[in-house]
């Protein structure tokens, strides 16, 4: 029986790496710089160079390792095929095959890397225990990943989970990052927090800290929990946004907990008293109890649920 499995998180600046017990213990993690040039060519080769190295340098032979499991940012079905990586530079690929052949046939498993980071907090961190969860990360974007019972729900191409893009406001008139006008990642994302900020503060004259220096995610929930009434107003409707969004994904999958995540959830719980009361205002009365944790994992989630795609 095979001891140790590998977790690789391709990110568009760094490929994440990290070399697992196959009880999910990290014993090593490190980063590769990811080479975007020339449509992304080289990041593949630099990946199974790098696995193959730490492999020669822990003394792991071939048939000892149960495989190697990585996420990537773009729509990766239940096949492994990847369906374009715009940031990447990849086109349509087979990702599992790819790998496996520069591995010289080693076991491979592939999948989108928001739906492998839920995997991950599912396996080792806010999500132990649950077995239907959704993952929410809150970063320059919002990203998800829905897994039920154990199961990442995929969808047809890849593109399951894409949470942030559900439609939130009909009147937006800025476009979002996708094309579209009103997605969820325009108001609950740490942009777009800091742009309803930033328009708040426009619309009105009243003192708040926020006009003193930098707006951003942190500087408002900083503020908030200084008792600044513009920037509580401003966590309102960043609740109200996400509260609402959420309840619109529970009373569809029916989680048991949703898992927050991202660099927004550094302000901690004080998130959930913004989110909970329009969710649970909101919500189908079957959905009402479902559960609201802090992702535990960091930047980590994405090699631990890559790690756990072989392991399933």
Not at 13 to 33: A, C, H, R
Not at 148 to 159: K, L, M
Not at 162 to 181: L, S
Not at 256 to 275: P, W
């Amino acid at each position: 029986m095979a001891n140790y499995v590998f977790g690789v998180d391709v990110g568009g600046t760094t490929v994440k790496l990290g070399l697992f017990d196959i009880s999910g213990n990290l014993l090593d993690k490190w980063e590769i710089p990811t080479r975007t040039e020339n449509g992304g060519v080289q990041i593949l080769p630099d990946v199974a160079a790098s696995v193959q190295a730490k492999m020669e340098e822990k003394a792991i032979a071939k048939d000892d390792v149960a495989g190697v499991g990585i996420g990537a940012p773009g729509p990766v079905d239940d096949n492994g095929i990847i369906h374009e990586a715009v940031n990447l530079g990849w086109p349509e690929m087979d990702l599992k095959k790819e790998l496996s052949d520069l591995l010289g046939g080693m076991h491979v498993e592939g999948g989108n890397d928001a739906n492998v980071a839920a995997l991950g907090e599912m396996w080792k961190g806010g999500g132990q225990g649950y077995k239907s969860l959704v993952a929410v990360t809150l970063g320059t974007g919002v990203g998800g990943g829905i897994i039920i019972n154990g199961r990442v729900v995929n969808g047809c191409n890849g593109s399951g989970g894409e949470i942030g893009h559900i439609h939130v406001e009909d009147n937006e008139t800025e476009e979002c990052g996708c094309g579209n006008f009103g997605c969820l990642e325009e108001y609950a994302s740490a942009t777009g927090i800091t742009r309803l900020a930033n328009r708040k503060l426009k619309a009105c004259d009243k003192d708040s800290v926020l006009r003193q220096g930098e707006v951003s995610a942190k500087t408002v929930f900083d503020a908030v929990k200084a008792g600044d009434e513009l920037a509580i107003e401003v966590a309102k409707q960043f609740g109200e946004y996400l509260g609402k969004g959420l309840g619109v994904i529970a009373g569809v999958v029916n989680p048991e907990v949703f898992v927050i995540g991202g660099g927004v959830s550094k302000a901690g719980e004080v998130l959930f008293d913004y989110i909970r009361p329009p969710f649970e205002r909101t919500v189908f009365h079957g959905c009402r109890d479902t559960k609201f944790v802090l992702a535990t994992l960091g930047n980590d989630a994405g090699i631990y649920g890559a790690a756990k795609l072989v392991l399933e």
